[in-house]
């Protein structure tokens, strides 16, 4: 089973990329954060459902709503980054690649140079299994 993040999720993951990097605090419209934490498990017009199947579409539907919709009044693409890789992390995969390339994701995403299988697909490609050491 997928576990999802919830908004409240998001709201921290906001909050730690703040205080990290600096920014504007703030959300713009609550309503969009509960659409965003709910939307990669929804299905055909809004029921609940697979419209987006797989691990790394959901992935994929997090980081392209979070930089694009703009709930927050600022960090959108780092935000996007942060829960795409704390969804992963919940799922048990972490993004093995330098921190350039995950920058230049987002400004694509940013600027929808790339679409939403192409985001899955670059997850996918820099995606490795966390290894339990027990």
């Not at 909050?15 to 205080?19: A, G, K, V």
């Given at each position: 089973m997928i576990v999802g993040l919830t908004a409240n999720d998001i709201r921290l993951i906001h909050?730690?990329?703040?205080?990290t990097y600096g920014g504007i605090p703030g959300i713009k419209d609550p309503g969009m954060l509960d659409y965003i934490a709910e939307k990669p498990f929804y299905g055909p017009f809004g029921l609940k459902g697979e419209a987006f199947p797989g691990l790394f579409l959901k992935a994929a539907i997090y980081m392209e709503s979070i930089a694009t919709l703009h709930c927050f009044n600022d960090a959108h693409k780092r935000t996007s980054i942060g829960c795409a890789e704390m969804f992963l992390n919940f799922n048990g995969y972490e993004l093995d690649m330098h921190e350039g390339?995950?920058?230049d994701l987002a400004i694509e995403i940013a600027t929808k140079e790339k679409d939403i299988h192409q985001i899955a697909e670059w997850i996918e490609q820099h995606a490795v299994q966390i290894k339990d050491d027990k």
């Open positions: 909050d730690i990329m703040l205080e390339e995950l920058f």
